[in-house]
């Protein structure tokens, strides 16, 4: 109102968010998130070139790699397929450890004839790796699992169902080490995406970081071993409960993964951990009478 006169004003589009985030930040601070935000980028490459080049990469081999990848909108499909004899052993190690017929008088797992059309290992290799000659899954078996030939043709399971792929060829090793970062990545960007929106639809992603001793290491591992394995044990048979069991299921058919794994790191700033309330609490007893 300008003497007692109402001036109209022109209409005008509807202005965006008045505090809308961009806005709000100031400028240097917006440069500065912009900066961690890039050196972030720039962090997540470095350690997958670094872990290529310690995975026996020549630098040249980086840089192949990196090219061929330039312009692909989806991963190719090669580690799986290399995973899938290794998950057919840890199959069959779970039915010999488990079902009744492998089983003897004390709930143990037999020491079984290695031929055989009964209850044998061959029967076992017959279900899970119907394509691998049995001398191949013997051999295996007895390299990656804690499984070990006997005298009189027979093999026996000696321990833990676990399949280790640490001694396997580098092509193996390296597919199993994608495998747990495409899950790991596929999770988190998951949870990006239906952050604040939908909690149900949110998968399990759980991290626990403590300091300790380096010289405790080892002990804790012993006490963390038989509590992991307990509970993939657990999660085994919560799967196996609810596998497909009509063609119908199995065509919509999904995979489900739990991945644990213990990481140690020396470097306590790379992994965020702040050693500073231990040291006030270590300065603190020093100093009580």
């Not at 790991?184 to 960007?189: F, P, V």
């Not at 639809?201 to 591992?221: D, P």
């Not at 700033?269 to 231990?278: F, K, T, V």
């Amino acid at each position: 109102m300008l003497n007692g006169v109402t001036r109209k004003r022109k209409a005008k589009t509807s202005p965006g968010p008045r505090y809308s985030q961009q806005r709000r930040l100031p400028r240097r601070r917006s440069q500065t998130e912009a900066q961690t935000h890039e050196d972030l980028g720039v962090e997540f490459c470095a350690l997958f070139r670094l872990a290529l080049l310690k995975l026996g990469f020549s630098a040249a081999g980086v840089e192949i790699a990196l090219r061929r990848s330039r312009g692909l909108t989806a991963a190719p499909r090669v580690s799986g397929p290399l995973m899938r004899d290794s998950m057919a052993l840890g199959a069959l190690l779970l039915e010999w450890s488990r079902e009744a017929p492998y089983l003897d008088a004390k709930g143990k797992p037999k020491v079984l004839d290695i031929q055989g059309s009964r209850v044998t290992f061959e029967s076992l290799v017959a279900k899970h790796l119907p394509a691998m000659p049995l001398k191949q899954a013997v051999r295996m078996a007895c390299d990656t699992a804690e499984v070990a030939r006997r005298p009189g043709n027979k093999i026996a399971l000696l321990g833990s169902i676990l399949v280790s792929v640490a001694q396997a060829n580098d092509n193996l090793y390296l597919a199993h080490a994608i495998q747990q970062v495409d899950q790991l990545l596929k999770t988190s960007l998951h949870n990006r995406r239906f952050a604040g929106k939908k909690r149900d639809k949110g998968r399990m992603e759980r991290m626990v970081t403590g300091i300790i001793s380096r010289a405790k290491y080892e002990s804790l591992m012993r006490e963390l071993r038989p509590q992991i394995y307990d509970l993939l044990q657990r999660v085994d048979s919560s799967v196996e409960r609810w596998q497909p069991t009509t063609a119908r299921e199995l065509a919509n058919a999904t995979a489900v993964s739990v991945v644990v794994f213990v990481a140690q790191e020396d470097d306590l700033e790379r992994i965020g951990a702040d050693p500073s309330p231990l040291r006030r609490q270590i300065s603190s007893r020093k100093r009580s009478p």
